[in-house]
Structure formats: structure tokens, C-alpha cells
């Protein structure tokens, strides 16, 4: 909670910080804030008395009479402003692409990041962080993979077709595939620099399809080269 003992006498050690502290009106007919500083109880602890816990965090400012009132308003909306956010979704990569082969193992992987928002909600300045916890990868022939806590990671060219990567995918067809990567991120929120406080609720995100063209090889003994013989067998001057 946000004690407001920061400038008072009493029980509090006061914080030399809040002397020095300003909080003018935030709008032409808004009220000065009040300095306070957060502090933090265990959940077991029924009505703490909060003089007794050390601050977490502050000083700082808080424009309501009511701060514990404000801390609950902001909990009730803070998942829907979460999935507001302009979170980027990140990419979904493929190695090989945009080809690949049928029956070899197609690498694929996410470049998500964490990312964070500053935001003023009721009249406070919020902090959220959204983390990406887990991905769901659609190959596009009708199997998923996930949701896994697994990103997947680039590996080199020379083993594409012959390193299988907990995020890859054979496929047993030719053709063209639509695949995409679903990420659910995860959030946490803090209210004038408080502690961190985890949202109730994901936000998912979905990449937009990307084509994979799936091929197939053929093998064949020939005794020349294309440089040799460019009308030889599996070369560009060959005849169907």
C-alpha cells in the first residue's frame, strides 16, 4: 500500500526524500498529490499495520485521497489496457525458406522479445512489462506445435536438412503451407514506481502467415557435370 506518513511524525522513519518532493497538480483544476511511500506486507497478514514494514519503494506522488481505492480501480481495468498494448508480436523464421524439402526437418523459431510501457491510468503513471511465456507454431498441413515454453534458436546453413531442433517440423508432403506463431505474453504492472505486480490474464498474439513452398528431390547417377554436360540430367539445359 502507499503510506502517507512519508512527510508526518510518527512511528515512520522518515524518508529525507519527501521533503524535497513535489507533486503539483497534474490538470488546471486537479489537487496537489500527496508524497507517499509503498509498502509491502505478507498476504497472511490480516490489516498489517504498515508503519512496520519496511518501504519498497519511493517516494513518490499520488494524486488521490483514497489511494487504496485507486490500487483497486486500476487492478479491476489493468488486463484490458494489457491487451491493448501495442505489443509487436515478433516473426516467425523458417530455415530453409521460403524452400524447403519434404522429409527433411524444417528449423523454426521465434524473434519475440520482452518489451515495456509507461502508461497513466486514473490519473497514475503505470509500468508494464510484457514477457513472452509460451508459442504455439502452425505449420500450415494441419499439425501444431505447442504451446511450448521453447523459442527455437537459428542454426547454421550446413545443417538445415539434417539437425532436428526441438522446434522443427518435417513435412510429409509437397506444397504450399501457411504457417504462424501464436505467443501468449504474460504481464506484470507497477503503480508510481510500486513493486511489481503480476496481471491476471495473457495476451496472445498471432503472426501473420508466412508461405513455405515444400519440394521434393530426386536422386539419379549421372557421369557428367551441368558445366560439362549442361544437357545432362537434373541440369538447367535437360530436356523433360
Request: net charge negative; glycine share 8%; with cysteine.
Amino acid at each position: 500500500m502507499a503510506d502517507t506518513h512519508c512527510r508526518a511524525d510518527g512511528p515512520d522513519t522518515k524518508d529525507p526524500g519527501c521533503d524535497a518532493l513535489e507533486c503539483p497538480a497534474t490538470t488546471p483544476d486537479g489537487q496537489e498529490g500527496t508524497p507517499v511511500i509503498w509498502k509491502e506486507a505478507p498476504k497472511a497478514i490480516t490489516n498489517p499495520g504498515w508503519t512496520d514494514w519496511i518501504p519498497v519503494s519511493g517516494p513518490t506522488c499520488l494524486y488521490d485521497t483514497e489511494p487504496e481505492n485507486v490500487l483497486a480501480n486500476i487492478a479491476a481495468r489493468i488486463l484490458n489496457d494489457f491487451r491493448q498494448l501495442p505489443v509487436n508480436p515478433g516473426t516467425l523464421e523458417a530455415q530453409p525458406f521460403p524452400h524447403t524439402l519434404k522429409g527433411g526437418p524444417t528449423n523454426f523459431y521465434a524473434t519475440t522479445t520482452e518489451q515495456a510501457f509507461d502508461l497513466t491510468i486514473l490519473g497514475q503513471t503505470v509500468h508494464l512489462t510484457a514477457t513472452p511465456a509460451s508459442y504455439t507454431y502452425t505449420f500450415g498441413d494441419g499439425t501444431n506445435l505447442g504451446p511450448t515454453p521453447a523459442a527455437g534458436y537459428p542454426i547454421p546453413e550446413s545443417d538445415w536438412l539434417s539437425n532436428t531442433t526441438r522446434t522443427s517440423h518435417s513435412y510429409t508432403e509437397t506444397g504450399n503451407y501457411q504457417t504462424t506463431l501464436t505467443t501468449s505474453f504474460t504481464g506484470t504492472y507497477s503503480v508510481n514506481n510500486g513493486p511489481p505486480l503480476p496481471i491476471n490474464g495473457t495476451l496472445d498474439l498471432t503472426t501473420p502467415a508466412k508461405t513455405l513452398h515444400v519440394w521434393k528431390t530426386q536422386r539419379a547417377l549421372v557421369a557428367d557435370t551441368c558445366q560439362q554436360n549442361p544437357n545432362s540430367w537434373g541440369c538447367p539445359g535437360a530436356k523433360d
